[in-house]
């Protein structure tokens, strides 16, 4: 067996947990985890842990969770753990120059799409908004850039028709610690390739906001049922119908001609809803009302019937 690194992960979310599980199983040295400030969660408002943390505990391992990270005072702690390679996964703040070169082997992320498409802060959502079949996960070795540090391991894999952002997302973490873990071997191998990314083919993947929810039925069926999907669970997709916002989920794609204007309800029964759109039907598996439980539409509409020819406006 190879030699483990000392290494410290730095990572917050669910989406980091595999990544870190994967150093642990594989047998690295895991001497200490980064993760943001525990934040307050639930109906009570109470501080809780990140995922990140949680795990990091689990196993004994020591947990830094600084406010502010360019300081002196943090490097220098960062320094003392004399780890050979920092790995960073979704840790959610830029890191600076002077810690991510601070190990001898630098600092590498494992970043969720096929760089250099994707880079910033939602690159699982964007995939899907944008409609791509595929997605993956990429080793890079970070620099000071957004996602601009060359690429070391590719891993991609399928974007199916059904995948949301939250299906697509685990699946994607599950592949970002294999990839890790393999990239590793090969690093301690001496055979990890290292490729500068094409900056004329990078795409951008900024934060989403909640205004990227409304819909628009002109747009084809096609085109709504990635909005429905890249938008769930966060901001969600919404219509308004009889002056009450309708959030919209579980979309599949019905080819047909409409002759009914883009946003009508064409059928709301135990089979579901199904809506026009500027180019096919859209059915809708699951809908929620504003303060209200996300339901199956059969359930839905059992206590809040739909009448076909009522249309969605924007």
């Known amino acids: 067996m190879s030699v483990p690194y000392r290494i410290v992960f ?42 990140v943390k949680e795990v990091a505990l689990a196993h004994g391992i020591p947990v ?10 943090f490097l220098e702690e960062m320094r003392a753990f004399n780890a050979d390679l920092f790995v960073v996964t979704a840790y ?18 494992v970043h969720g799409s096929l760089l250099p498409k994707y880079r910033g802060a939602a690159p699982v959502q964007w995939a899907i908004l944008r409609g791509e079949s595929e997605t993956g996960i990429t ?19 399928a974007i199916t028709p059904e995948d949301t952002a939250a299906t697509l997302a685990v699946k994607m973490a599950a592949l970002g ?12 191998a001496g055979t990890l390739p290292r490729q500068q990314q094409d900056d004329s083919k990078a795409t951008d993947a900024p934060l989403l906001t909640k205004e990227m929810g409304a819909i628009d039925w002109s747009k084809s069926a096609q085109e709504l049922s990635c909005q429905l999907r890249g938008l769930d669970p966060w901001p969600t997709a919404h ?8 959030r919209l989920f579980a979309p599949v794609v019905v080819e047909a001609t409409v002759a009914e204007p883009p946003g009508t309800v064409i059928r709301a029964d135990k089979a579901g809803l199904l809506v026009a759109t500027g180019k096919g039907l859209l059915q809708v598996g699951e809908l929620q009302r504003e303060g209200g439980k996300r339901l199956p539409a059969a359930d839905f509409l059992r206590g809040h019937p739909l009448t076909p020819g009522s249309r969605f406006t924007p």
């Not at 959610?92 to 992320?109: E, F, K, Q």
């Open 64 to 73: 830094l969770q600084p406010t502010k990270i360019r300081t002196p005072e």
């Open 239 to 246: 219509g308004s119908l009889n002056n009450e916002i309708i």
């Open 139 to 157: 080793i890079m070795q970070m620099d000071e850039g957004m996602d601009t540090g060359d690429i070391l391991l590719p891993r991609s894999m």
């Open 10 to 51: 730095m990572g917050t979310p669910e989406f980091a947990v595999p990544s870190l599980q994967a150093l642990i199983d594989h047998g690295e040295n895991v001497v200490a985890v980064v993760s943001q400030p525990d934040r307050p969660k639930g109906r009570g408002r109470k501080l809780a842990p990140t995922p």
């Open 92 to 109: 959610g703040r830029i890191l600076p120059g002077p810690l991510l070169n601070l190990p001898p082997l630098g600092t590498i992320n």
């Open 177 to 188: 610690g294999q990839a890790l873990v393999e990239a590793l071997e090969l690093l301690k």
